[in-house]
């Protein structure tokens, strides 16, 4: 009853920007912390970039100073403002978001379905 979609991936070239969106719909009380993680082929998935409910937000060292991570709680949406892409930041981009459904209710790890972004040398 929890979906992310996410989208704004593509192709662009090195040095250029990408803003990736990703909007959580269905049953949700609250979501607590979201997230962009990244998998590249024959890679694990990788954290890079979470932020809380509250704001405070994280980054993968490989990203720091390029990339920022935002959301919009009022409309469940979370951003990734990519810039200064590098080819090493080839990847499907996924979204993750950590729900709580109902008041008083556990929390649950939900994904979307991924964005490919593909940065050219």
């Known amino acids: 009853q929890v979906q992310l979609v996410e989208s704004g991936g593509g192709l662009v070239q090195a040095g250029g920007s990408l803003r990736l969106s990703c909007v959580a719909s269905?049953?949700?009380?609250?979501?607590?912390?979201m997230g962009w993680y990244r998998q590249a082929p024959g890679k694990q998935r990788e954290l890079v970039a979470g932020i809380t409910s509250g704001g405070s937000t994280n980054y993968a060292d490989s990203v720091k100073g390029r990339f920022t991570i935002s959301r919009d709680n009022a409309k469940n949406t979370v951003y990734l403002q990519m810039n200064s892409l590098k080819p090493e930041d080839t990847a499907v981009y996924y979204c993750?978001?950590?729900?709580?459904?109902?008041?008083?209710?556990?929390?649950?790890?939900?994904w979307g379905q991924g964005t490919q972004v593909t940065v050219s040398s």
């Open positions: 269905g049953t949700i009380f609250r979501i607590n912390a």
């Open positions: 993750n978001a950590v729900v709580i459904k109902r008041f008083g209710s556990t929390s649950n790890d939900y």
